[in-house]
């Protein structure tokens, strides 16, 4: 696996796999890899002759009070894991690499990334839009993948995609959960044993759901008011919201004939977590 610091390299790299026919995969990441983002690589390898990878915690969608300094890095093990999957190429800029001194272009989805998790932490997805178009921008993959567990996150990126003819299909990979339901999340390492513990209300939640649905309760606010009460059961668990929306839209839903995500975002303890589900057409 070649790693490159450097913008240019990187392109450079990546221009030389193109020409020679290859199709390129990229997943993009910011580190403390667990389960969850070596099954995005396995997906970009079974699908494409190379396949890219970044690592890089972006600044610009954390907020003030958010966990920028302590976000859990762990580059030398996160490594010998892509090496392990047969990652070809890792980039892993520094900030001044992806935001040198002058640098003041963003990249928002108005609407959308106001949404969900967008609602709740201001500016969050205008950093994520504008680091992944930049990243599409120096790999300029085919094929981009992304994990269902961030719904919102793929419906904005996918709106970007289409609004600014961005030529790369992105490819949406199931959340990967441990035994017990929860969902793998490089802030998992935060949450102490008990808060481990009081963090499957989410997965709690969710299933409620599924389980009402799929037994014939279609109402919406029916729903959300029974993940509710399974989530107000774990009194160590701060609700910021339990939402059924359109997965594209990410407007809330008054039926669920067509389909629909369920999302939820808690925080436990000091961390803030989030999980969804998707609902089949009824």
Known sequence: MRIFEQVSAMQQACRELRQTGTTLGFVPTMGALHAGHLSLVRAARAQCGAVAASIFVNPLQFGPKEDLARYPRSFEQDCRLLVSEGVDLLFAPTV?????????????????????????????????????????????????????????????????????????????????????????????????????????????????????AAAGEHDPKKLISAARQTIAAEPGAQLDYIEIVDPDTLDPLNELEHGALVAVACVVGKTRLIDNILLPRY
């Open 96 to 212: 001044e690499q992806m935001y040198p001194p002058g640098a003041v272009t963003v990249v928002h989805v108005e609407g959308l990334s106001e949404k969900l998790d967008g609602k709740s932490r201001p500016g969050h997805f205008r950093g994520v839009t504008t680091v992944v178009a930049k990243l599409f921008e120096i790999v300029r993959p085919q094929f981009a993948y992304f994990g269902q567990k961030d719904a919102a996150q793929l419906a904005v990126l996918r709106k970007m995609v289409r609004d600014l003819n961005i030529d790369v299909e992105i490819v949406a990979c199931p959340t990967i959960r441990e035994a017990d339901g929860i969902a793998m999340s490089s802030r998992n390492v935060y949450l102490s044993p008990d808060e481990r513990q009081q963090a499957l209300c989410l997965w709690r939640a969710l299933s409620r759901v599924r389980s009402l």
